[in-house]
């Protein structure tokens, strides 16, 4: 396991990039803020990494340790094992997050959850109930509400996993789709960075990382069942919940935002003219309501 270093007051705000050992994985992650300082753990979606992250980070990092890791068979640094060596599933993504969690000795955390890092997050929430301190919610989903439209074609997979059902799915995994997460539901896309869905791309286009995503895509039917257990872990426990919510997204429509109030007291809710991808036009205003959401929930230095 690589320990990771200290910094420097005068460095703390420095993003830093790093690799420790999970389970024999390299699971690469970004860092930065003081050490002390309260910690966000950030959690990305499909098809991205860490690096939908990377103009936040530094946003946060001057009040809080902020740390964003890159999921087995997503981004270029993490480790991509071969399906028959590690079967792609949500409960072993958490088991790579828990893993990191532990070798970072984070006692307590803020979790932001988007698209798949809401299942891992909720996931990992159940495992250390005590140890989240508040939400953060960006287009993540947790009710029955928020499946719509776009996820039709991938329930039919879900009931019915015949080699035709899986391959219907395979255009989600293709340059045209990957583009279209960024750009759908956004007015101006001039303010999109047009490397970041190409950088997305490239991880998908890895040989055997297509089989990887249709592997996820599918078990994803075992986050449903467990959305009673999410819901009653909010009500038990209650974090203060920050929702930050691309309004235009169809894959994780707005409909899917609203719930989380029959559950949670402490709610926060802005719903953001963005789509899927709300950072890429959004980030500042994001950064904004994080910042003064968990001060005013007393979660600062």
Avoid: C
Avoid at 4 to 17: D, H, N
Avoid at 103 to 113: F, I, M, N, R, T
Avoid at 124 to 130: M, S, T
Avoid at 263 to 277: I, S
């Amino acid at each position: 396991m690589t320990a990771p270093a200290t910094t420097t007051s005068t460095s703390q705000s420095q993003v830093r990039y790093r690799t420790v050992q999970i389970n024999g994985l390299d699971v690469f992650y970004r860092e930065a803020g003081p050490q002390s300082a309260p910690v966000i753990l950030l959690l990305h979606g499909f098809p991205t990494s860490s690096n939908m992250f990377r103009n936040l980070i530094p946003q946060l990092a001057s009040s809080y340790r902020v740390i964003a890791p890159d999921y087995p068979g997503f981004g270029l640094q993490t480790s991509m094992p071969d399906r028959s060596e590690f079967a792609y599933t949500f409960e072993n993504l958490t088991n790579v997050v828990d893993g990191l969690v532990k070798a970072l000795d984070l006692k307590k955390y803020s979790l932001y959850v988007m698209d798949y890092g809401a299942p891992v997050g909720y996931r990992l929430a159940l495992r250390h109930p005590e140890s989240v301190q508040a939400l953060i919610i960006q287009n993540g989903n947790a009710y029955e509400e928020g499946l719509l439209t776009f996820w039709d074609p991938i329930k039919k997979y879900w009931k019915d996993s015949t080699p035709e059902n899986r391959q219907a799915l395979h255009f989600l995994v293709e340059p045209k789709a990957t583009k279209w997460q960024y750009e759908n539901g956004v007015s101006d896309t001039t303010v999109l960075d047009p490397t970041t869905w190409a950088l997305d791309q490239l991880g998908l286009d890895r040989p055997g990382n297509d089989d990887i995503q249709l592997d996820l895509f599918h078990d994803y039917g075992t986050n449903v069942p467990l959305y009673p257990e999410f819901q009653a872990f909010f009500r038990k426990y209650q974090p203060p919940a920050l929702i930050v919510w691309g309004k235009n997204d169809f894959i994780f429509p707005a409909e899917g935002a609203p719930p989380y109030s029959r559950d949670l007291k402490n709610v926060e809710t802005h719903m953001l003219d963005t789509g899927h991808f709300a950072l890429e036009s959004h980030g500042a205003e994001i950064a904004d309501h994080i910042l003064g959401f968990l001060r005013k929930n007393g979660i600062a230095r």
